[in-house]
């Protein structure tokens, strides 16, 4: 990455150094999440700064956040599976926990050594997802950490990698395209994917590799917590920055990073795909981005 981009994201990285009442959870395990399942597959450290996730043949695991949120900024720094990782899915997401689920995903599609991560990102709204995009990572994710940050606000959704956007999802309701307003939980979680998730199921996880380990740490939530009251949560106030005006689109250093990610590293995206969608493409990818 040249020297003009390395300063570009430096300039967007603050986009969640915010302070104020807003803040929820700065990067403690123990405190602001919980293990929805298989806690002998969990390891958290003391202070609780980081967290391992193991996938083996018996089981994976996975945890989530003890509040629900309405609108936010978001981010979590993850390490990813290293060497053959085929067939496995490291998550970090939002989601309901109603049947008509909202969701926002980040979900890390392992694959044989030497071959590069897929990040897959999807937007469901009222229970409807459909709207897969995956990008190849511009560095390896397995090597250090790297952070991964969603803003959800009332005009739009933005995926972050590094403080670089490589997806958004705008509001445009007042065009008649569904948009997230139920609060939602924060997850991440590590499964079997091999059904799906390397060559389309046709490289299945070698289990001789096992265990498989993810590694999480520093879990950022500056976000309305709903039992303040939802309508506080949709006030454009100090304590809920992520709806000021100024968050309302992404700013001219960021549609350069964005054009930059979506140019080099999309390799699939739903609104591209005719024949999937019987040449009917959802009505939001005619629409504006940002």
């Known amino acids: 990455m040249d020297t003009i981009l390395s300063l570009l994201i430096f300039v967007c990285a603050t986009i969640f150094r915010e302070s104020g009442a ?27 700064q980081s967290r391992n996730l193991t996938l ?33 899915v490291v998550s970090f997401y939002m989601s309901t926990l109603e049947a008509r689920q909202d969701e926002l995903d980040f979900e890390f599609l392992g694959d044989v050594d030497g071959k590069l991560y ?47 956007p490589i997806r958004t999802f705008r509001n445009h309701e007042d065009k008649g395209v569904p948009y997230p307003t139920t609060q939602m939980g924060l997850w991440a979680s590590i499964w079997n994917g091999e059904d799906w998730a390397t060559n389309g199921g046709q490289t299945k996880i070698n289990w001789a590799g096992a265990p498989f380990v993810a590694s999480y740490r520093s879990p950022k939530v500056y976000s309305c917590v709903v039992d303040r009251g939802p309508l506080d949560c949709f006030a454009q106030s100090p304590d809920n920055w992520w709806n000021s005006q100024r968050l309302n689109s992404l700013n001219w250093l960021q549609r350069r990073l964005y054009k930059w990610a979506r140019n080099y590293y999309l390799n699939y995206d739903y609104c591209k795909d005719y024949a999937r969608f019987n040449y009917k493409l959802p009505k939001e990818c005619s629409l504006t981005k940002y």
């Open 56 to 88: 083996d043949q018996n089981s994976g695991c996975g945890f989530a956040s003890n509040d629900t949120f309405l609108f936010g900024g978001f981010s979590m720094k993850l390490r990813l599976v290293p060497g053959n990782s085929a067939g496995t």
């Open 118 to 164: 897929t990040l897959q990102t999807n937007v469901f709204v009222d229970g409807v997802g459909n709207r897969e995009q995956r990008f190849r990572l511009w560095f390896d994710p397995t090597k250090d950490f790297h952070t991964y940050s969603i803003l959800w606000n009332l005009y739009q959704i933005v995926f972050f990698v590094d403080s670089v």
């Open 22 to 48: 807003s803040v929820v959870s700065l990067g403690d395990f123990n405190k602001g999440f919980y293990i929805t399942w298989s806690p002998s597959h969990v390891e958290t450290t003391p202070d609780g």
